[in-house]
């Protein structure tokens, strides 16, 4: 069921996580090691949720990107530990939140939290993260830092409530998925990215940088998670082929093949995406037509574009391993897809 | 099925909250135009939730509560306003939270937001207004109120869940309930007080007093809530009689009443308490046994020890309208029952 999308020529050097993944792993045990005394409270469910969700496999690649900007732009002190576990509380809190409103029943290729310990335990454990978070970057210590994550915290929950209301729909626009997206993905990318910079007091050209790198950045994973869902296997990803489809959230592959589609092709989507009627014939239905009008292929050459924006966000700043490393990662984001 | 408690002789003067209205009415108009200004998005779904809950009748307590202790300090900027919304909104976010925990159908005689939008834009919106909240006080500017602030919400999301994991027992203590309360209630009352001092800069003392007073008054609210729950008419709450029994949630005056009970009146609470099978004629039960052991009587005055430890934190505090005002609230808070 693999999408191989071949990498252009230049863009296949490079391409891999590991670089940052080593060039942060001393911090990022830090980082774990702040997580885990965060979790703690004499609510025992607390922990158990939190651990759940925490230890369930998740790359660690918004606190990764937080940590190598800070460095990269010379900061020298603590708090980017801090700030970076903050980060990885409101994504987490965000995945509790999410999993609760779409109703998910796996998360990494484990049961959901919810399945667990129910909605509400989710809910109310997400909230309590979400005050961790806070409280840690209170801790960092700087306004702006602060200023520029609960923007983001509120930009994230906008994205999900317009997803609510556009999600239904198979006439939203590219624009208007994209306008969800660079919500409720990319601004905890670009935000994490940002308080690297804001930490270390850079100037604003190099703030905008990392911010633009940051959104960039995740807009394309984002797309890339879009084509993977109907291209990935359960193994890689934890998801199954066509989660997405069976629970009719409406992305990029789909609304191309929608557009491109004759009048035929179009009732069949929406009677797929705007009812809970799909079986697994109509996922096969689903994966020929998206084959026929290349909408996955078109789906990461869209991811690729962001992707190409997030490099050249970069560009200006100067050579260091940690760019090189962050560059890299563009790259990794988008050759998940294999 | 009113519950007339008479006010012991001295505790009737000053049983108002009117002093505190009219001292804030300036300040609360501003705070309220904050407010609507900060529920606005593009997303429309948001302003939508959020102007139902907020138009639906709440006193603004928690609000004045931070205008009057920032007034009574001293203090003469312009934070207070948004240190008083950010207040609200913590706690709008927390209601909208608990209705989908509670799967509660109706919040203050109107339907509660869940029932007409749905318990995924509840969540999302909570969370909406939870980030929103931490925009307002970083505009405030005080690392120290942001850290009062992001504790009490923390500290409330640990009482929720806490609460459903003791929900279920009868077994509960009494000490076990207040812990519940202290955090869910109290921990909000208690931050709103601080955060006056907070931002007035008044010395440590002062800060100790404005929370104790805080705490107690909220530890006192909360216990009224309760025996109204099994008292007050649906006009004058928007909650049904009853309605904590029928939800199988574990209050005071049912712990009381449990405690002194014989075996076969235990067997009673357990079965109606742990499982869903309470009616209107086991909700009539209840009421007799709650009469026959004077459980209402007695949270009342349990709710009246936690009103007289408020007004002695503030005792040491010099004379003024405002300590008045905050003085009288107390009253009032236990003088709800009628």
Redesign the interface.
């Given at each position: 069921m693999g999408v191989v999308i071949p990498l252009e020529s230049g863009q296949d050097t490079g391409s891999s996580v590991k670089p940052l993944v080593e060039l942060t792993a001393g911090d990022i045990e830090r980082v774990n090691h702040l997580i885990l005394s965060k979790t703690g409270?004499?609510?025992?469910?607390?922990p158990a949720v939190a651990k759940h969700l925490i230890d369930s496999g998740g790359k660690r690649l918004r606190p990764m990107l937080t940590l190598a900007a800070a460095h990269m732009c010379g900061y020298q002190g603590p708090h980017h530990i801090t700030l970076a576990a903050s980060v990885e509380f409101m994504h987490t809190a965000t995945l509790l939140?999410d999993d609760?409103?779409d109703e998910s029943d796996m998360r990494r290729g484990k049961q959901s939290a919810r399945m667990v310990w129910g909605?509400?335990?989710s809910?109310?454990?997400g909230?309590?993260l979400?005050?961790?978070a806070?409280?840690m970057?209170?801790d960092a210590?700087s306004?702006e830092a602060?200023?520029v994550l609960?923007?983001a915290?509120?930009?994230?929950?906008?994205g999900?409530?317009?997803q609510?209301?556009a999600a239904q729909s198979m006439e939203t626009t590219e624009d208007d998925y994209l306008a969800v997206i660079r919500c409720k993905t990319a601004a905890l990318f670009s935000a994490a990215c940002e308080v690297g910079p804001v930490l270390a007091e850079s100037n604003k050209p190099v703030r905008d940088a990392f911010r633009s790198y940051g959104t960039n950045l995740g807009l394309a994973f984002q797309l890339i998670d879009d084509a993977l869902d109907y291209g990935g296997s359960k193994a890689d990803l934890g998801k199954n082929v066509g989660d997405d489809f069976y629970e009719g959230k409406i992305t990029l592959p789909v609304l191309l093949a929608y557009r491109r589609g004759d009048e035929e092709e179009r009732a069949f989507w929406r009677e797929a995406m705007e009812t809970d009627s799909s079986d697994s014939q109509a996922l096969s239905k689903a994966m020929d037509l998206l084959a026929k009008h290349g909408s996955i292929g078109d789906t990461v050459a869209r991811a690729r574009h962001y992707g190409e924006m997030a490099r050249d966000a970069l560009a200006p700043l100067p050579e260091c391993p940690r760019k090189q490393a962050l560059l890299s990662v563009v790259g990794f984001c988008i050759s998940r897809v294999s």
């Open positions: 409270s004499q609510v025992e469910m607390i939140h609760v409103v909605n509400q335990a809910v109310l454990v909230d309590f979400l005050g961790q806070f409280r970057m209170v210590g306004m602060l200023d609960s923007t915290s509120t930009v994230i929950a906008e999900e409530v317009m609510l209301s």
